[in-house]
């Protein structure tokens, strides 16, 4: 499969009272064409700030830092004017947020924010077109009588049948690459299924990609094809998704599938992780996690830790990777 | 306290507060200051330029009107004026406002109707128009001037009032102090008016300023303060006739205006944003 | 239904505009002086039968329920009285001033709104630069100076220093406007009328402003700090991720919905607008409604201000029934 997209070194720093905080440090990922990868982390990960940068919305003063590279079919992305930029954002790569309650205009019509985009970018040939689109486009997400609702308001819809508009919204100009910003969180459990569903749908129909970010690595591990997990703005593991959850390298991997509730008790408690992320303003030379790790060694704090390759195909940032150690 | 600290970091607010009280300085002292009397004319000195203009002198500073008087003394005179009625004005309407409000908002019911239908009616008429009315009803006057002016400029307090007592009453330290059997009065003195005098104190400060033109805009209009008494309005439309060679007549007490004004509006605004992390609960 | 929301509304204004009307009428009776005795004190050696006389055809002889159900009934013949001073119908008197006024109340709020608006939108999006702080500085400046030395500084200024505009009045000697609307800069492009129209915005130029600046300081900061808010709302950076400009992103998403509190506040403020047209009107010499109530109260002159503050006070409902409308027109969750 040929690679969509390419993000290489990547760092994001914000200025802050305390000194520059990096909320992303030397992030490398791949996203190849048609595959669900999900990218893992706590609140405070930088997960979402991933996405963020992709498309070239790190607001001012945050920036890119000199060294980073996100590339889209082998297009730089990071040194692209904010005119080109438009060109590629809802075009070649489409967002999903978070909340759709506020993610969508109050005063504005959902067609015409599902419209948005084709208007933007030209992509019909007359309006009459475009709305035409609009309406097979929310019918494709799921939103009955399309005709009807297109002169909807977003406040006559649940939360569910507004993150399907979102999700439609994002599609309007078939876009190889879709981003989703933790899309199901702000949902019911039902309705999250739902969406999953759809958003798997359009994966196989359309053959488009999806970068997923989430803080439940339970929902990943259902739904994506790789796993990318995330901590303290860095990836610390990355591989096939139903190996990293089944078996777990990284020491904070494995904290975050122990935090996992099981059917049939199999693992008596709940393991939550002790301590908190580190300073960001202050991250450490070695290993990040080094100070919350159960398995650390003074070598972990002192050293750059390199990215282990395993004999699975994944990629770990520890040093004590598949050693025999009693879990 | 932590808010006098913010309040003085902000440099317009500082700044407006060191102005009023110059002014306020000007108008206690004024008699002590000021090198004529309000009303001392001296004919031969009619229309004299200020004394940074071509035949202006130092005896007059900002110059003299068409009856001799000095300008500079008199706008000092009519600080007084100004800032008597800016404070006990708002100060009144305050108290009556955020009073009435208070009991409306804790009593409800009928009382809480009347009140609110009288608070309406109030409303639908302009400011203005309605002040001179009154004026001209009860006829010019210091005391006379503040109950127009006060008429109508409660309806605001009271509806503030009013809102925050509604919020307030269904909290639960008010639940629990009627719980313990505390008088309502008690009640709405001690426990609730600590709570919601910051967003009054605000919108009397900002008033304040607005009452300051009002007062200026009736003397303008010959309602208000009886002529014999220095007032800025009043001396700025004496001006008028002058526009085409004594400019200085109708500007100077417009500056006096506009500089109070102004530094109450900064001041206000300050006080606000120092208050703020407080009225966000 | 949105027809029968607004009749709803209309309806319940009603009783408010009774209750007015009573009012303005006790209110009128209050004033002390008796215009009998004003009027016959400037015309010098007077008869008591002249007096008398006077008193009858005024109906100051009557009872006041009497005086009362005569008004109403006027009132509704479409009547309201003659103008002691003036010695004609008080509805053709207002009738003459009442455009005048509308003129420039509407000439102040747009004013307000063309200046204001922008103002408020740019302080937003380029928040803390120098165009930010010296447009807050100025709005400040705005509030703190009264209509009328504004309005005397300007007439020094431009037109007794400078020249550019006419010192009072609304149109010069010798140019005749056509009966139409009565608003002479609407009147003079309906006939494209060239002349009178730049003789009509000469004079309404400086009156706008002077009325209009408070109301421009006020939109200006409303509109900053609504702006600022709908900025950081999730839907605008949803509306980036869609690869929208910028500049539509900033009107299509946070000018619509910033609008929504402008309008609030801009509407509270239409009183203003409509109390400070007396002092306006008086130092511009404007010939409107406000410079009329003035002249009439001072004059004691009880039918025209009888008829004149009423038509104050209905024509300050019926704008804020136009508010009212307005809002629930921009803000769709909102049903009347």
């Given at each position: 499969m040929e690679k969509l997209l390419v993000i290489e070194n990547l760092s994001v720093e914000f200025p802050s009272p305390r000194g520059p905080l990096r909320a992303v440090d030397g992030v490398n990922l791949e996203v190849r064409a048609g595959e669900i990868v999900g990218l893992i982390g706590e609140s405070g990960s930088g997960k979402s700030t991933v996405l963020l940068a992709v498309m070239g919305l790190i607001a001012r003063p945050g920036r890119i830092l000199p060294g980073s590279s996100v590339r889209l079919k082998g297009r730089e992305l990071t040194q692209l004017s904010q005119k080109a930029y438009r060109a590629v954002r809802g075009y070649e790569i489409g967002m999903v947020f978070q909340d759709p309650m506020t993610a969508l205009n109050p005063s504005m019509p959902i067609g015409e924010q599902v419209r948005e985009s084709l208007r933007v970018h030209r992509y019909c040939k007359s309006k009459a077109e475009e709305r035409e689109r609009v309406i097979q486009l929310l019918e494709a997400v799921g939103i009955t009588n399309a005709a009807q609702r297109y002169r909807a308001y977003p406040h006559q819809f649940s939360g569910g049948m507004l993150q399907r508009v979102l999700i439609a919204s994002a599609l309007a100009c078939n876009p190889r690459l879709l981003l989703a910003d933790e899309p199901t969180t702000a949902l019911d459990v039902t309705i999250q299924a739902q969406i999953l569903d759809l958003l798997k749908e359009i994966n196989r129909e359309r053959n488009t990609a999806i970068l997923l970010v989430s803080h439940d690595i339970g929902l990943a591990a259902e739904f994506c094809d790789r796993i990318a997990v995330m901590y303290a703005g860095r990836i610390v593991e990355v591989g096939p998704a139903e190996r990293v959850v089944n078996d777990p390298q990284h020491p904070y991997t494995r904290g975050l599938v122990g935090c996992l509730p099981t059917w049939g008790g199999r693992r008596g408690r709940l393991e939550p992780i002790p301590g908190s992320l580190p300073d960001l303003t202050r991250l450490p030379h070695g290993c990040a996690f080094a100070d919350r790790?159960?398995?650390?060694?003074?070598?972990c704090r002192d050293q750059e830790i390199p990215l282990i390759v395993t004999s699975d195909g994944r990629e770990v940032s520890c040093i004590r990777t598949e050693e025999e150690v009693a879990v | 306290m932590a808010v006098w600290r913010r309040l003085f970091a902000n440099p317009s607010a500082a700044a407006g507060l060191v102005v009023i009280l110059l002014y306020a300085f000007a108008a206690l002292f004024a008699p002590v200051i000021a090198?004529?009397?309000?009303?001392?004319?001296?004919?031969?000195?009619?229309?004299k330029p200020p004394a940074f203009l071509e035949g202006g002198s130092p005896s007059h500073l900002l110059g003299t009107d068409h009856l001799g008087y000095d300008i500079f003394s008199r706008i000092l005179y009519g600080a007084r004026v100004s800032l008597l009625v800016g404070l006990i004005s708002v100060a009144i309407s305050l108290v009556i406002g955020t009073l009435l409000g208070c009991i409306a908002g804790y009593w409800r019911g009928w009382i809480d109707r009347i009140l609110s239908r009288i608070a309406d009616l109030l409303m639908g008429f302009p400011y203005l128009l309605f002040t001179i009315f009154a004026m001209a009803i009860i006829g010019p006057g210091f005391g006379n001037l503040i109950i127009a002016l006060c008429f109508k400029a409660w309806v605001e307090f009271y509806r503030l009032a009013r809102g925050e007592m509604l919020t307030e009453n269904t909290k639960e330290y008010v639940e629990a102090a009627r719980a313990l059997g505390r008088r309502p009065v008690a009640i709405i003195v001690s426990e609730v008016l600590p709570n919601i005098y910051h967003s009054l104190l605000v919108l009397g400060t900002l008033r304040m300023g607005y009452m300051i033109i009002m007062e200026a805009s009736l003397s303008f209009l010959g309602l208000g303060i009886p002529p014999s008494i220095p007032a800025w309005g009043s001396m700025v439309s004496a001006g008028r006739d002058q526009m085409l060679n004594a400019w200085w007549v109708a500007t100077m007490p417009g500056l006096a205006i506009v500089g109070l004004v102004l530094a109450i509006n900064l001041f206000g605004e300050g006080l606000r944003e120092a208050l703020d992390p407080r009225l966000r609960r | 239904m949105k027809a029968v929301r607004i009749l709803e509304r209309v309806l319940t204004a009603l009783p408010m505009s009774l209750l007015m009307l009573l009012l303005v009428f006790a209110f009128v009776r209050l004033l002390p002086g008796d215009p009998v005795d004003i009027m016959m004190g400037q015309a010098g050696n007077v008869s008591q039968a002249e007096i008398d006389a006077l008193r009858r055809e005024l109906h100051l002889d009557r009872p006041l329920s009497e005086q009362l159900s005569i008004f109403v009934r006027g009132l509704l013949r479409g009547d309201l009285g003659m103008s002691f001073r003036e010695q004609r119908p008080v509805t053709e008197i207002i009738g003459e001033a009442f455009p005048a006024t509308v003129e420039l109340a509407l000439a102040a709020l747009t004013f307000a709104l063309l200046i204001g608006l922008p103002i408020g939108v740019i302080s937003a999006v380029r928040r803390n630069s120098l165009v930010d702080r010296l447009a807050m500085g100025f709005s400040f400046l705005g509030i703190s100076m009264p209509a009328f030395w504004l309005g005397i500084m300007s007439i020094m200024l431009f037109s007794v220093h400078l020249g550019w505009t006419p010192v009072q009045g609304r149109l010069s000697a010798g140019i005749a406007p056509p009966d139409l609307t009565g608003l002479y800069v609407l009147d003079a492009l309906l006939t494209r009328d060239w002349a009178l129209l730049k003789d009509a915005l000469r004079h309404l130029v400086l009156p706008a402003i002077a009325l209009g600046a408070e109301l421009t300081a006020i939109i200006a900061r409303v509109t900053r700090s609504s702006m600022l808010e709908a900025l950081q709302m999730d839907y605008v950076m949803a509306a980036r991720s869609r690869g929208v400009p910028e500049w539509q992103v900033v009107l299509r998403h946070g000018l619509r919905n910033a609008l929504i509190p402008t309008v609030t506040v801009a509407g509270l403020q239409l009183g203003v607008l409509l109390g400070g047209n007396m002092i306006v009107e008086t130092v511009f010499g404007w010939p409107g409604l406000g410079r009329l109530v003035v002249g009439a109260i001072f004059g004691r002159d009880y039918a025209l201000v009888q008829g004149a503050v009423m038509l104050y006070a209905l024509t300050f409902l019926l704008a804020n029934l136009l508010v009212d409308i307005l809002y629930t027109q921009l803000n769709p969750k909102l049903e009347l």
């Open positions: 790790c159960p398995l650390a060694l003074p070598e | 090198p004529y009397g309000p009303r001392e004319m001296v004919l031969a000195n009619r229309l | -």
